[in-house]
């Protein structure tokens, strides 16, 4: 009785062994029907859920910083382009003189640094939810569009081409566009000091109006 019972104990874990190593075989080669067929449900599980937006996906791409790296990440970014932009008017004659790609990249470039720079601070998908914002969408877009038109401007021909009447014409455009690019700049940066823009505009309403 002893004897048939331990060969029964022997027969049954052989037979479970066996059963577990072809499973786990099946699943390696993924030949079963059933194991495909979990596979597809897997597949369409997943694809049923919510995607993660494509902003967050990039943001998990950007490296992890401590909190130093990037305070200090802001504040050399955020000095490096107003420098640039200050070193840009030492190429203000050769735009004077019709000859302004120099000075508009190298402005443009300053105030694109500036404007990024808050992106060490709060990662790129954050850094478009404040800037659209609805207490500065508006001057974001202003400010982007001003950066884009000042570039298309500078490169684009325009009615009279070199001749004086074009050089002027691309002149009063660009300063245009650029007096546009510093007041955005200066408003939107103001968004983001509490009162700020309050303050600003009394000033102004109590000394320039009537």
Same mark, same amino acid.
């Given at each position: 009785m002893?004897?048939?019972?331990?060969?029964?104990?022997?027969?049954? *874990?052989?037979?479970?062994?066996?059963?577990?190593?072809?499973?786990? @075989?099946?699943?390696?080669?993924?030949s079963?029907?059933?194991?495909?067929?979990a596979?597809?449900?897997?597949?369409?599980l @997943?694809?049923s859920? /919510?995607?993660? /937006?494509?902003? @967050?996906?990039?943001?998990?791409?950007?490296?992890?910083?401590t909190?130093q790296?990037?305070?200090?990440?802001? #504040?050399?970014?955020?000095? +490096?382009?107003?420098i640039?932009? #200050?070193f840009s !008017?030492? %190429?203000?004659i050769?735009?004077?003189?019709?000859?302004? +790609? /120099?000075?508009v990249?190298?402005?443009?470039?300053?105030?694109?640094?500036?404007l990024?720079?808050?992106?060490?601070?709060c990662?790129p998908s954050?850094q478009?939810?404040n800037? %659209?914002?609805?207490?500065?969408?508006y001057?974001?877009?202003?400010y982007?569009?001003?950066?884009?038109? *000042?570039?298309i401007?500078c490169f684009?021909?325009?009615?009279?081409? *070199?001749?004086?009447k074009?050089?002027i014409?691309?002149? #009063?455009?660009?300063?245009?566009?650029?007096?546009?690019?510093?007041?955005?700049?200066?408003?939107?940066t103001?968004?983001y000091? /509490? !009162?700020?823009?309050?303050?600003?505009?009394?000033?102004?309403?109590?000394?320039?109006s @009537?």
């Amino acid at each position: 009785m002893i004897n048939t019972t331990s060969s029964f104990r022997e027969s049954a *874990t052989n037979s479970i062994k066996q059963a577990a190593a072809s499973a786990v @075989e099946l699943i390696r080669t993924g030949s079963n029907t059933s194991s495909s067929t979990a596979s597809t449900s897997k597949r369409d599980l @997943e694809s049923s859920q /919510p995607q993660q /937006p494509i902003l @967050e996906e990039l943001s998990e791409l950007c490296p992890k910083l401590t909190y130093q790296q990037r305070v200090v990440g802001f #504040f050399s970014c955020y000095a +490096a382009g107003y420098i640039i932009t #200050f070193f840009s !008017f030492g %190429f203000f004659i050769r735009l004077v003189e019709g000859k302004p +790609a /120099p000075f508009v990249v190298i402005y443009s470039t300053g105030n694109i640094l500036s404007l990024l720079s808050s992106t060490f601070l709060c990662g790129p998908s954050l850094q478009l939810k404040n800037m %659209f914002h609805h207490h500065r969408k508006y001057t974001s877009i202003v400010y982007l569009s001003s950066i884009t038109l *000042t570039l298309i401007v500078c490169f684009i021909p325009l009615p009279g081409g *070199t001749e004086t009447k074009g050089i002027i014409l691309r002149l #009063f455009l660009l300063v245009f566009l650029l007096l546009v690019q510093l007041g955005s700049s200066l408003w939107y940066t103001l968004s983001y000091l /509490p !009162f700020a823009r309050a303050a600003v505009l009394k000033f102004i309403s109590d000394n320039f109006s @009537e």
